[in-house]
């Protein structure tokens, strides 16, 4: 068996009965050539006029497990600030009642937007100062994320919105490159979110810690893990056989 990642090993081992050693942990992936760091300042960010704004962006599925609803309670606790545009880039089950929430509660520094073209998806990302992961308590394990590995490869940092044993919380703690609050908080996500805000030389230094990190979770590091693995159950049946 392969779990994406440790929290979901242990679920299988400690709540499915799993052998530990016939569990293999392979996480998700993303290219990290493909997706690379690029300047705020583009085609995509002029066009929608967020090139001077503080960028929080979510980018991808919007649906029931995200739990973005704290998400819009949070930036209707940081309207003060100006500068601070939340971006819901993606679309799903939850973006029509997200955007008339938005919109009951005259939010204007909540912004939606469809998904990106994939050869435009690099200056979305890059218009983005910070991005948000988030998942609702008790799915930790059973989903892990995969939107956090483009994330990572892109430079930028990210809150972590999520059960602290889920593998986002582990991996922007073992690498600093983001700040974890406890999912369906909102007072901590606004805090988490100030604190990427306004520390601009912090939010630097663990945008440039998720590119180093990325590469653990580069596609090739995942594809060679799959092809140890496969080459490994291969080889007893080989010998079998030829017995």
Not at 65 to 73: H, K, P
Request: hydrophobic share 45%; with cysteine.
């Amino acid at each position: 068996m392969v779990a994406l990642g440790d929290r979901m090993k242990r679920r299988l081992v400690e709540e499915k009965g799993a052998v530990p050693s016939d569990v293999h942990v392979i996480h998700n992936w993303a290219d990290c050539e493909a997706i690379t760091p690029g300047s705020k300042d583009n085609a995509f960010s002029r066009a929608q006029g967020l090139h001077d704004k503080f960028v929080l962006m979510h980018s991808g599925n919007v649906g029931l497990s995200q739990n973005l609803d704290v998400l819009i309670e949070a930036a209707a606790r940081l309207q003060s600030r100006e500068r601070l545009v939340v971006a819901v880039v993606g679309d799903g089950a939850r973006r029509g009642p997200l955007e008339t929430m938005v919109k009951q509660r005259g939010l204007a520094n909540v912004r939606f937007f469809p998904y990106q073209p994939k050869e435009l998806l690099h200056e979305s990302f890059a218009t983005a100062d910070a991005f948000v992961v988030s998942l609702k308590p008790g799915l930790e394990g059973y989903i892990v994320p995969s939107k956090l590995y483009g994330i990572l490869a892109s430079g930028r940092p990210f809150v972590a919105a999520v059960d602290p044993s889920c593998e986002v919380a582990a991996i922007a703690t073992a690498h600093s490159c983001g700040v974890v609050a406890p999912p369906g908080n909102p007072d901590a996500l606004v805090a988490a979110i100030a604190q990427l805000c306004d520390d601009s030389a912090a939010a630097t230094r663990m945008g440039e810690n998720a590119r180093r990190a990325s590469w653990l979770y580069d596609r090739r590091a995942a594809v060679g893990a799959y092809y140890d693995l496969f080459a490994s159950l291969s080889r007893p049946a080989a010998a079998s056989t030829a017995a």
